[in-house]
């Protein structure tokens, strides 16, 4: 039991550090490092998909091949449980 | 899955026709809220599902064909893969937004910055949300159906 507890505490310790690290890291708020495909999307998605929503027009405009990849995973999803939970008929 | 008490069957005849609207909303005006037809789609589930529960999996068995939800499906894959090769078509880029500008359907183009949303606005984006909101209505509902037959003695599909 003792064994068990130091593991856990030596486990919590590292994590911790690396959240440590991860937090003094991390971006302030509203100033990412690389933001020229934010400002690309942010200034012309209004002219060029005629669309208000900006996150509309990424999944469905700028990243539809991605959409087509997500729509791809629900038919295999699907088929995955139906593989799963169908009656065998005897 | 059996069918609950009449206090449960009444509480979803009410809140059925809410999600449905809600849902639906969500789908059609993806282009211009947050949501979409993944999203749409998810919402009018959690109302089917709602019915599953509160009428029983042989309630429902009864009124719902496996075969028409999976022609639902197909056809929102479908409409979805012909949507994106109309954009090779037109306009030389798979997932093409060719209808955007156009002035036709959906081919307003709004002014630049923050501006009233106009439903007749996305080009494609709209009738994309539609076929994704099918198909997701229709896959979703399989599974949770399929699920609810694993768990019933009755005979379906």
């Known amino acids: 039991m003792e064994k068990r507890i130091i593991a856990g505490a030596l486990v919590l310790g590292i ?7 991860s937090v003094l890291l991390i971006h302030p ?9 934010d400002d690309y999307i942010i200034t012309h998605t209004q ?33 995955g449980v139906l593989l799963i939970f169908r009656r065998v008929r005897h | 899955m059996s069918e609950m008490t009449k206090i449960v069957k009444t509480t979803a005849n009410i809140l059925f026709p809410f999600t ?9 005006h993806g282009h211009l809220t947050p949501g979409g037809g993944f999203q749409g789609g998810a919402i009018v589930v959690s109302g089917c599902a709602l019915l599953l529960v509160a009428y029983g999996s ?11 939800l999976a022609a639902f ?17 037109f306009s030389a880029v798979f997932f093409g937004n060719f209808l955007a500008g156009s002035g036709s359907l959906f081919g ?4 630049t910055g923050s501006t009233l ?32 037959y694993a768990s019933s003695t009755k005979e379906w599909g």
Do not use: C, H
């Not at chain 2, 307003?108 to 002014?111: E, H, N, Q």
């Open chain 1, 15 to 21: 994590v911790a550090v690396f959240f440590l690290f």
């Open chain 1, 29 to 37: 708020f509203g100033d990412p490092g690389q933001a020229q495909m």
């Open chain 1, 47 to 79: 002219n060029e998909t005629g669309t208000q929503n900006g996150v509309t027009s990424v999944v469905f405009d700028y990243r539809g091949f991605d959409t087509l990849g997500e729509a791809t995973i629900l038919f295999s999803a699907v088929t």
């Open chain 2, 20 to 28: 449905m609207i809600f849902g639906l909303y969500v789908i059609a």
């Open chain 2, 58 to 68: 042989s309630w429902v068995f009864d009124r719902i064909k496996d075969k028409r």
């Open chain 2, 73 to 89: 499906e197909s056809l929102g894959a479908i409409g979805f893969i012909t949507i994106a090769f109309l954009g090779l078509m």
């Open chain 2, 108 to 111: 307003t183009t709004p002014a």
């Open chain 2, 117 to 148: 949303a106009d439903f007749n606005t996305g080009g494609v984006l709209p009738l994309m949300n539609f076929a994704v909101g099918v198909k997701v209505i229709a896959g979703l509902f399989v599974i949770v159906l399929v699920m609810a």
